[in-house]
Each structure stands twice: as C-alpha cells, then as structure tokens.
C-alpha cells in the first residue's frame, strides 16, 4: 500500500500522538488514549459536546476539538465507531455537571456503541443525551429523512452546538438547537476516484474512466446516479437541483453553504465548485453567511465532493457567527 | 481529464472568483481581476508585502492574504509566473508609503517576470525590493544555498514578514528578518505518486509501485534518490538526517517545523509523520515551537509530502506567535 504508514497496527495510536504533539496548545489526551479534549478547560457548568466516531476522515473530528467546539472526541479505528467503554471516557471528560450531549452521525456502527455508552454513562450518573445526525439524501427518499446518513452537513451541527454550549445554553434548548440544524441541513455528494484503504490496500470502490457518481457516502458507499464527468457548472447544477428537490430552500433569504472536498480532489476545484454554487443560489435570491470550502469530511485520498446547505434564522446566524477555534476550523 | 472544471481556458478565472466569493470579508480583487488582496486595508504608513507565484499550489498564496501575512497575491496561469505588468498591480495595491517587498519564490518564471515587475514599478516611483527565497536541499549542494529552489519551507518567510511588517518595522529590518529567516530554513520533499496537470490531462512524473523520491520540487522536479517506501520512521529518519547534514540545528534549542502534504497524502499519514519528526527532534534535545501539519503548498493531487524547519531565536520566535489572519492560514 503506497501509504506513508508505520505497521498497520498502530496507525490510529501514531496518528493521535503526531495530532496531540503538533496541536498541545489546544488539545490533550483525556483519560483514555483514545479519547482527545480541549487542553484548558474552564468548562463549570457548561453543557459538554462530544463526538465517538471512525478515524480516516481527518480533520475531522478530533480537528474540531477546541473554544466555541467540540469538548472531547472519541476515536475508534479506521472507518469503525469506537467501542462503548471508549466512549464513556469522553462522556465522562465533558461532563461539566450540566448534562453531556453525545453527538452521532447515524451509521449502525456509531448508533450501537453509542447507545451502548449512554445506558453505561447513565448507570454512572450522568445526564447524557444522544442527538442523530443525518444529512445524506442520497441515502434514503424525502420523508424518511430519520433514515439517511451522516454526511459531511453534520458539521455544521458541531459549530452551532459548540458556540451555544459555549454561550451557556441549557441542555434541553441545546438539543433543540440541534435538532433544527439537522433538520434544515442537505447534503449531496459526488465520487469522481477511490481512495485506498488502508485497511484493505484496495480502492475503496470502482467507477469507469470517465464517469462520476452523484450521492456516494463518506465510507464510499454506493452513489445513486452515474454520469459523464461534464463541466463543473453541469455537475453543480445537478447536485443543487437535486438538494432544492429534497428541502425548500427556495424560499429562505439566507443559508450557509459546506462545499467539503473528499481528499483529493483540489482546493482549485473545490473553489470552482463554490463558484457554481454561489452562482446558482444568487440565482434564487438567496444570500450565503460565512460558506466553508476546504477538506473537512475526508475519504481518505477520495477524489469527489458534497455539497451541503442549512437554511439560517437568527439563532442559526448568531451561533453561526461566533469565533470558535479548533486546530482544523476554519470559516 | 478528470477533474471538476468548467473550460480549461478559465480555470484561473473561475477559481479566483470562487475564492473571492467565498472569503469576501477577508480577501477582496485588486485592480487587476489576478490580484487578489486584503478586503480591508487600514494599512497607511505599514510596509507592503506581495508575492506573485504560478497557481496550481492551493492554498498558498492567495489563502495567506490577510491580517498579519500578505496584502496582495498576484497569480499567474497554472505553474507559471504572473506575467510583470499584473505583479506591477499587485506592487501598486501593497504600496502604503513606506516601501514594498516583493517575495520571489526562486523558479527562473518567477525570477524573470519579478525583476521585469520591479523595474517599470520602481519607474512609477514605488520603493519596492525584492527578497528571492529558496529552501530545497536537494536542488544544488551545500554552499550553494543561493542557487536552490523554492519550496514549502518560504511560508515561513510569509507569516513572520506578514507580523513583522504589521508590527511597524521598516523595509531594511524587514528584508533582513526575511533574509535571516531563509538562511535558517531547511526542506526536503518526498514523492509518493504524481498527481494529474491540469494543463496536459497527464501524470507530472512517473515512479514505479512501492518505490518513492526522496528530493522532489512542488512541479514534479526531479528527485534525487529513488528509495523502497518503507516505513514513516524510516522515511523521516532519512530526511531529518539530510536536513541536519545540510544545516547545524543539532545546536539548536528551538526550531519550528512544516510537515507539508503535497496535496494526494492523507492528514492521517502527515500526523504519523509529524509524530516521527517530533520524535527526531527530541532525542537531539530540540524543542518545537508551534509547528504546522496540512496541506500548504500543493502540487495538485501529488501524494508526497516535505519537511521543513527554521532555527527560531526571540526575534523570529516572537513573529512567530504573533496572530494572524487569513482564510487558510492555521497554527
């Protein structure tokens, strides 16, 4: 495998030592080697944020840990939940005596450890509340939204809680606040090359020369359209008309906008992509606060993008617009 | 060729544009549409810095236009200089009355096309010097500092002459950090496959299936040694030892290091990496202040990655810490 690795063994354990190394200012270990949180913490009776989730899609989302962020993450192997007494400690580190909000992208792996966790977490006191994340459309059809994928739009649901937990939000009116992001985020993705696993040594699913897929997931599970590559413009156009399809984004004044590049593809794309997308929602008359365009969500070196959209109010706005810090945040 | 473009003939154009719009409240068009600089200049009396750079190396440099880097980027066609009368525009928007320095990263296009810049500049009556910049080892021997490439390592020069000309100091202290900061950088790049040129559809070099290049430029230069990949320990050993065969940090107390991805290199692997670096540095007793690990200076999709270090001493370590801004600067 032409990966830049040590043994296959401790790929998880190098990486989390190189990360915390590079970036001791604003993280630490918490008190599992595997679990990564805020380096100072003056967090008394703030509503704690965390995240289990599989590694290879870095930054994301030990990269998020920081101010106005996530309080902890919880890292399990490659492309694999972390296992439930795993996630306990990061429960239990961002645990600040005002309930913990676990945070799960809904694939069945995060959805069983994690709920594994908060019954354990629960027997130890503590008040912690899960909240699902989902955002892929190309995962399951307008109405069964509850059944879909956590696609890269979660992280939108990361800065928003992070600021408002930080803003002394309770935690009832945190999940709230949650549950409105996820509910007003779409997301669409696009595979243009596999990435390697470094599980496996292999690409990490297969596409014709000059074809494309539209709605692929971020473990590179399979898209729901194949297409001719075409111009960026015909790309974007596709995956916007399919989004405005799924929510009514029509009728919103303003939205924010994550165009997430899977790995590798370039920034110069990823910018020409945003290009598109601007384009079209100025088209609409809808106003964009504070896009993001870079590698967020990674596939490993996937070559591909999403798209995603969340409709803004002035709750949304103002925790929007807040300064977080994380290592690999920023808007 | 399979990437997200619209024509070839516009993907400058439309990139510039798709940055712009996204970034709009730190970055802002100059008075040439391949100028990009800072949306709000309060910036009388400071010293101006630019560089003009071929673009193709997302993020760099245009995502270092900001508050304590650079004031204007003007950007040529893919790997190739902006031709003199658009560094000229750039020159004319960084002038705030106290002279300009124009960064050369040192490639014969960017030599040219500067020197030419900088005559019909200094014709307009504009004090503008320029401050050439090279850092790879493995471009010409020992001794011959002055006639070696560019490479990753010159971002350093950015962000301290960024603070620095913020701070107050004048043009002749400035090119003097700036040229103190070169002589005290080393890099050494590693290549592991070639990504694809937009220009051509094609790989930028070619390299058989488990071997990589130790001493590759960021357009695909040749290396000058061909190596099994082996293992990240491995790897870095070697380039560490090169480094310091070619600089005396063995009597450094503090350094601050770049692990750089080429742009197709996974985060995961340049944390592995970092760790080894780190490791490195703390059996020779070096301690490292605030160290950057991404994607900086890209050649496409290149998989690879270089390390670089500078010695720091208070003057460099306290430009170093000072904040900054910009849409895709992060320490």
């Not at 908060?118 to 909240?131: F, H, N, P, Q, T």
């Amino acid at each position: 495998m032409k990966k830049i690795l040590n043994s296959p063994d401790t790929i998880v354990d190098d990486m989390l030592t190189g990360y915390v190394s590079a970036h001791s200012t604003t993280v630490k270990f918490g008190s599992h080697p595997r679990v990564i949180v805020r380096a100072r913490s003056k967090n008394a009776g703030k509503v704690g944020l965390i995240i289990g989730n599989g590694s290879g899609h870095e930054p994301i989302a030990m990269g998020w840990v920081g101010e106005g962020l996530l309080d902890a993450n919880a890292v399990g192997e490659i492309f694999a939940a972390p296992a439930p007494h795993i996630i306990v400690e990061g429960i239990k580190s961002a645990d600040f005596g005002a309930g913990t909000i676990l945070l799960v992208s809904s694939h069945s792996g995060d959805i069983i450890n994690s709920e594994a966790a908060i019954e354990d977490a629960k027997e130890l006191g503590i008040d912690v509340r899960s909240l699902l994340m989902y955002d892929d459309i190309s995962s399951a059809p307008k109405g069964q939204e509850a059944e879909r994928r956590g696609a890269p739009g979660t992280t939108f649901i990361y800065k928003i809680l992070g600021a408002a937990t930080e803003h002394g939000y309770d935690i009832d009116r945190s999940i709230a606040l949650g549950a409105k992001v996820r509910d007003w985020t779409r997301t669409l993705g696009v595979a243009v090359a596999p990435g390697i696993s470094p599980l496996t040594g292999k690409p990490m699913f297969s596409i014709p020369k000059n074809e494309i897929y539209i709605g692929i997931g971020v473990h590179g599970e399979p898209g729901i359209r194949q297409r001719a590559i075409g111009s960026a413009s015909d790309v974007v156009v596709e995956v916007m008309e399919n989004i405005f399809a799924d929510f009514d984004y029509k009728t919103c004044e303003e939205v924010t906008v994550l165009v997430n590049g899977s790995g590798g593809t370039t920034l110069m794309e990823l910018f020409i992509i945003y290009g598109e997308v601007a384009k079209f929602l100025k088209n609409h008359g809808i106003r964009i606060i504070m896009p993001m365009v870079g590698e967020l969500v990674t596939t490993q070196e996937t070559a591909g993008f999403s798209i995603s959209l969340l409709r803004m109010d002035e709750e949304i706005k103002e925790m929007w617009s807040r300064p977080s810090y994380a290592p690999y945040f920023h808007l």
